[in-house]
């Protein structure tokens, strides 16, 4: 598989302080990509930098052209999805007005954001039967689907997905990684942070490993799910 996305030497700032090291990774066609390692470890921080919403030095390429100078809202017309932590849906707004929020972030047409909104809800038929509900009226589990759905709508050619799981229960967590996979087996490549390693190492394709800032390993998941190190730090053996 050739790669989509390639970063090197990521560096990233929050005011003065670099709070990302020369972080190189890829992503290629077809896989689902996972960033772990602890809480401060820098992964958000790294999909924050990809979408250019932080300063950020460094080469970033997407589908052959330099990205890394580009605007936040160009890097979404580019095909760059990010769906962050916290799933930030709007509390006031309807499942449907959320959706189409993500549509007009892109420029899609009516028509075209009606055809996208049939095919989000395809992969979340729960939302079909909220699709005139407010935001606040959403469980957990329900603004996570929201959140994926409307990236979605901005019709990705890769996602970005921050801490998907969290604070989701085990059945609910299941049900969006399930998700997750049929999006990627439609052929949207995934870039993903988790805090869940075992389930985003059985999932994911290839995993990255970063520590302060860094990424220190990576390596096919299946392999990385095998390593001693990795399972006495993340997976509790």
């Known amino acids: 598989m050739t790669a989509m996305l390639e970063v090197e030497g990521l560096s990233a700032y929050y005011g003065s302080m670099e709070s990302l090291h020369a972080a190189s990774l890829r992503v290629k066609r077809g896989e689902i990509a996972v960033l772990v390692g602890a809480n401060g470890a820098g992964k958000s921080t790294t999909l924050r930098a990809i979408s250019g919403t932080i300063r950020r ?5 997407f589908l052959g052209e330099r990205i890394d100078m580009l605007e936040p809202e160009d890097v979404v017309r580019r095909g760059i999805v990010h769906v962050p932590e916290g799933r930030k849906i709007f509390a006031g707004m309807t499942v449907r007005e959320n959706l189409e929020v993500g549509g ?7 028509a075209s954001i009606r ?5 989000a809800l395809n992969y979340f038929p729960r939302l ?5 509900s407010y935001g606040w009226s959403l469980s957990g589990g329900e603004q996570q689907m929201l959140a994926v759905g409307r990236g979605l709508m901005a019709q990705p050619k890769l996602m970005m997905l921050d801490e998907p799981s969290l604070g989701l229960a085990p059945l609910v ?3 969006v990684f399930e998700i997750i ?3 990627n087996d439609n052929g949207v490549p995934v870039l993903l942070v988790e805090q869940n ?3 985003a190492l059985r999932y994911g394709h290839h995993c990255y490993v970063m520590e302060t800032g860094q990424v220190v390993k990576d390596g096919a998941s299946a392999e990385m ?7 006495k730090a993340y997976l509790g053996g």
Do not use: N, Y
Not at 115 to 119: K, L, P, Q, R, S
Not at 128 to 132: A, H, L
């Open 57 to 61: 030095t460094g080469s970033i390429t």
């Open 104 to 110: 007009h972030a892109v420029g899609r047409s009516a």
């Open 115 to 119: 055809d996208g909104i049939e095919e």
């Open 128 to 132: 079909k039967e909220r699709i005139g």
């Open 173 to 175: 967590t299941k049900t």
């Open 181 to 183: 996979k049929g999006i």
């Open 197 to 199: 390693v075992g389930l």
């Open 225 to 231: 799910a095998d390593d001693p190190a990795i399972a």
